[in-house]
Structure formats: C-alpha cells, structure tokens
C-alpha cells in the first residue's frame, strides 16, 4: 500500500467521508472505513494515514 502524504481535499461529493475513496485502485485497497471530517475539517486513516481536509470554504452540516 501506497501512503499518501499530500493531504486529499473533500467536497459535499465525497460525503459521507471513507478510505479508501472510490477512485482508488484495487491494488491499493485496505479495508473500508468511514472517517468523521465534521468536527475539525480533517480526517486522517487510521489504516494507511492518508490525511482528508475539507475544501477552504467548505463545512459540514444542515
């Protein structure tokens, strides 16, 4: 598995928030978890470290 070290930005499209995201290749799958982005507008996996950040401008919520 591939770690990314760049962080990934997240839009109202990636919501719910999960790793691996859809686009990632096969290869690089781990097991699917979902990662809750809401509170501090990051995320990190706690299986591969990848790090989420909401798009600037961007919140979570009604």
């Not at 691996?20 to 809750?36: A, E, G, I, S």
């Amino acid at each position: 598995m591939i770690k990314n070290t760049t962080p990934i930005e997240v839009g109202a499209s990636d919501l719910p928030l999960h790793c691996p995201m859809n686009q990632t290749p096969v290869w690089n799958l781990h097991p699917k978890v979902f990662l809750d982005i809401g509170h501090t507008g990051e995320a990190k996996c706690p299986y591969c470290g990848t790090l989420y950040r909401l798009k600037a401008g961007f919140k979570v919520g009604h």
